[in-house]
T-cell receptor
């Protein structure tokens, strides 16, 4: 059974640009969450999607957005990139609703220069 | 109130020793407490988890101790091995809130010396 797949794994962007990251959850999983991991702030929750609806949102500016498609695949977008957006962006998936194990992908490493 | 405090920040243990990592939380609505293990270049992987109606859970060399009244929980790694060298994160979740949002501790970098 394939795990959570994230693409691209590594990318470099210039300040002011925008970026889109993609996540394919484990087959059958309908809940997809996104986290930002940095050395200074640790692992911080960005947002969660379930059945194409945003179910929860963390404390990030509106430049961070996401969506989920009917096949449960998800994308997150960061517009007007800032140097501080450099981080590992992790996608996590789980079965329907809360109460199930949450599995993480290996992440997308974003460097903003 | 949403924070999970984790200590120590780093830990060095000799092979065969016991590694202990502690976490504390404030929000009594949290009802699920997982520990994740992360190796460099990899995403976090679930190690073991506990619910507050249980005071201890053991899986192999890994044990979670939970103190509901003190709002604290800890991870014990018995007979620590060099392969256990990784970053460990405690987390808390309010599963009753119909969300999969995890609140993570700040992480503990464990180094097990051979």
């Amino acid at each position: 059974k394939a795990g959570v797949t994230q693409t691209p794994r590594y990318l470099i962007k210039t300040r002011g640009q925008q970026v889109t990251l993609s996540c394919s959850p484990i087959s059958g999983h309908r809940s997809v969450s996104w986290y930002q991991q940095t050395p200074g702030q640790g692992l911080q929750f960005l947002f969660e999607y379930f059945s194409e609806t945003q179910r929860n949102k963390g404390n990030f500016p509106g430049r961070f957005s996401g969506r989920q498609f009917s096949n449960s695949r998800s994308e997150m977008n960061v517009s007007t990139l800032e140097l501080g957006d450099s981080a590992l962006y992790l996608c996590a998936s789980s079965y329907t609703g809360a109460g199930n194990t949450i599995y993480f992908g290996e992440g997308s490493w974003l460097t903003v220069v | 109130q949403q924070q999970v405090k984790q200590s120590p920040q780093s830990l060095i243990v000799q092979k065969g020793g016991i590694s202990i990592i502690n976490c504390a939380y404030e929000n009594t609505a949290f009802d699920y407490f997982p520990w994740y293990q992360q190796f460099p270049g990899k995403g976090p992987a679930l190690l073991i988890a506990i619910r507050p109606d249980v005071s201890e859970k053991k899986e192999g060399r890994f044990t979670i101790s939970f103190n509901k009244s003190a709002k604290q929980f800890s991870l014990h790694i018995m007979d620590s091995q060099p392969g256990d060298s990784a970053t460990y994160f405690c987390a808390a979740q309010q599963q009753s809130g119909a969300t999969n949002k995890l609140i993570f501790g700040t992480g503990t970098l464990l180094a097990v010396q051979p």
